[in-house]
């Protein structure tokens, strides 16, 4: 069936760098939006960074923007986040998710997590000061 499989998240000081894997089975993700959520007990998953499988075009929360960058691999298989300069409140449960492109636009995924129909385990990112 489809699955994804997240990877890569661990315990970091603030200031340093993960990088988190998704990796995909079971379909192909040409005409999909992928994205990187998270959440912290407590609070809602909110969207962190979304990416166009089939256009290449990405979108960031605010928090993040020009710290965590959102790619995929030339396989197609494998997504990833890279994040760099992390802060304290950057800690929270990471979960990469998906949806068709054809039920809604990319671009509102990240203020959508009800679009998605698929998600991962998820992968815990501790930053400490």
């Known amino acids: 069936g489809v699955q994804l499989v997240e990877s890569g998240g661990g315990s970091v000081k603030a200031g340093g760098s993960l990088r988190l894997s998704c990796l995909r089975s079971g379909f192909t993700w040409k005409t999909w939006c992928v994205s990187w959520m998270r959440q912290v007990p407590g609070q809602e998953r909110e969207g962190v960074a979304m990416?166009?499988?089939?256009?290449?075009?990405?979108f960031y929360a605010n928090p993040v923007k020009g710290r965590f960058t959102i790619s995929q691999d030339d396989s197609g298989n494998v997504v990833y986040l890279q994040m760099s300069d992390l802060k304290v409140e950057d800690t929270a449960m990471y979960y990469c998710?998906?949806?068709?492109?054809?039920?809604?636009?990319?671009?509102?995924?990240?203020?959508?997590?009800?679009?998605?129909?698929?998600w991962g385990q998820g992968t815990r990112v501790t930053v400490s000061s």
């Open positions: 998710a998906t949806y068709p492109l054809s039920k809604y636009p990319c671009r509102e995924g990240l203020a959508n997590p009800g679009h998605f129909d698929v």
């Open positions: 990416l166009s499988i089939a256009g290449h075009d990405t």
